[in-house]
């Protein structure tokens, strides 16, 4: 009877043996792909959720809308603030208003009557007063009033030419300046309203949405994180005593046993690894003393290679 369980065990024993693959030739992996989180720039409140986990999305797609109104207000005051610069500015470069100029022009008519009455009262006096017909008080008297008189006129012209170029050049830069300053900061309300649409940054697979419509997102939390569609790479760790099996750009073939298939890919980084936790296969094969380094295999056909699955177990055999 002892015999007899004693040959059982050992024929299990091989059978098992010959079912179990070379630990020196098989190396398991993972299906890995680069993660992407989507953040928000300013505080809102999430209004609606576009996606959903597992959508594959496209760059520029619309994730979320936030609902941020301190932003239409801004937007409001920005307008008006425009509004008002330009109407200043304008003002500058036309200087006053066609009524304005009405009335200066009617001022210089009426000085320039004033004036010439005066210039000929001075011209008649002037006479006179060779011929003795009148003291020299008299003619005293009516020069001070056309010296007056040709004054103001002088001046009513000059303010006349003043408001037809419009106000002085500084003036006018300074206007213009307000307009610009005003103009920015309607831009800058513009674009923080755009950012009320969180967006693809990349093409992306949506993995997992951190909050709910009706709940307030703040700026650098993550809201939505994924993978990026066509980052598919392939990650084994071995130890250093098979790097000489291993060269970069070396073409390897990569055996997916969930949907037993096989893909065609290429060594494009060796790198060692300080940390157990970053180790790749599940029951690696090595010595103690010997060094651990990671080996990624990126495949040759990389939109094939969108349909699999990531962090499954994918095997590698070195020759």
């Known amino acids: 009877m002892i015999k007899k369980l004693l040959l059982a065990t050992s024929a299990i024993a091989m059978i098992a043996a010959c079912k179990q693959p070379a630990k020196d030739a098989l190396i398991q992996g993972k ?18 959720l576009k996606v959903k986990e597992g959508d594959i999305v496209k760059k520029g797609d619309t994730l979320i809308i936030l609902d941020v109104p301190e932003v239409d207000a801004k937007k409001s005051q920005a307008q008006g603030a425009v509004h008002s610069a330009k109407a200043q500015y304008d003002m ?3 200087g006053a208003t066609d009524n304005q100029l009405k009335q200066l022009e009617a001022k210089q008519n009426a000085l320039k009557e004033q004036y010439e009455f005066a210039r000929k009262s001075i011209s008649r006096l002037s006479n006179m007063l060779k011929d003795s ?8 008297e009516a020069f001070a009033k056309y010296q007056g008189a040709q004054s103001q006129f002088l001046a009513v012209q000059a303010e006349i030419a003043d408001v037809r170029n419009g106000a002085r050049v500084e003036q006018q830069k300074m206007a213009l300046g307000q307009q610009e300053r005003a103009l920015g900061a309607l831009q800058e309300v513009s674009v923080a309203s755009g950012e009320r649409y ?10 997992s949405i951190t909050l709910k419509e009706g709940e307030l997102a703040l700026p650098g939390y993550t809201l939505v994180s994924g993978t990026i569609e066509e980052s598919t790479f392939f990650r084994f ?3 250093e005593s098979k790097l000489g099996k291993i060269k970069k750009g070396a073409e390897l073939t990569i055996t997916v046993p969930y949907n037993n298939t096989s ?10 690894l300080g940390a157990y936790a970053n180790i790749a296969t599940a029951y690696p094969d090595y010595e103690l003393q010997e060094s651990l380094f990671e080996i990624r295999v990126h495949p040759q056909d990389v939109k094939a290679a969108q349909a699999l699955f990531t962090k499954t177990t994918v095997t590698l055999e070195l020759e």
């Open 92 to 94: 500058a470069l036309k």
């Open 31 to 48: 299906i890995e792909r680069d993660q992407i989180g989507v953040v928000s720039k300013i505080p809102g409140k999430i209004i609606e």
């Open 237 to 239: 760790t071995i130890p």
């Open 198 to 207: 969180i967006l693809a940054p990349q093409d992306m697979i949506i993995e």
């Open 133 to 140: 017909l009148v003291s020299q008080q008299v003619y005293d």
């Open 263 to 272: 893909v065609k890919g290429n060594v494009t980084s060796v790198k060692p």
